[in-house]
């Protein structure tokens, strides 16, 4: 049975939203989640997992949230090779670097090894119906490439 951890942080509940949707997306195809916050979670976790989706709001002028920064500090001791892994957050089209904490994540996610195999999903504040929608496949086709995606890189 694959295992999937996701985490985020949310300050607003927007992120919260997202990630909701998403959950309810990976649910419908029949795989359970291990859903934390990133302040009740620790970035050793994600080993022990086959599937990671990760998610925050961007920050200021395109940073991670306060939140995150010390799950993004520990995440340099842990190698992902083999795991599949995604990036969610709510943006703000308001600031100049569009959804930076996506990037941000993703090119962490990558410089450990992990597959990230889907494009980052950027929503704008918070999710409209159809956004939510989107979310929710977003959840389906993340289990979808972990059924059908090689698991070594």
Not at 1 to 14: E, F
Not at 37 to 50: F, I, P, T, W
Not at 65 to 81: A, G, R, T, V
Not at 110 to 123: D, F, M, P, S
């Amino acid at each position: 049975m694959m295992k999937v951890i996701m985490v985020y942080t949310s300050m607003t509940g927007n992120t919260e939203e997202i990630a909701n949707a998403i959950l309810e997306g990976i649910q419908e195809e029949g795989i359970e989640v291990e859903v934390k916050e990133v302040l009740d979670a620790s970035a050793d976790e994600l080993e022990a997992y086959d599937g990671i989706l990760l998610g925050a709001y961007t920050w200021g002028d395109g940073e991670l949230p306060d939140d995150f920064l010390d799950f993004y500090d520990e995440m340099d001791s842990i190698h992902l090779s083999g795991k599949k892994a995604a990036v969610f957050g709510s943006c703000d089209s308001g600031y100049e670097k569009y959804g930076a904490a996506v990037d941000i994540l993703v090119e962490k996610l990558q410089e450990l090894g992990a597959a990230v195999v889907l494009e980052g999903l950027k929503i704008e504040l918070a999710p409209t119906s159809e956004e939510r929608e989107s979310c929710k496949q977003f959840g389906k086709q993340f289990v979808q490439k972990m059924l059908t995606e090689p698991s070594t890189y």
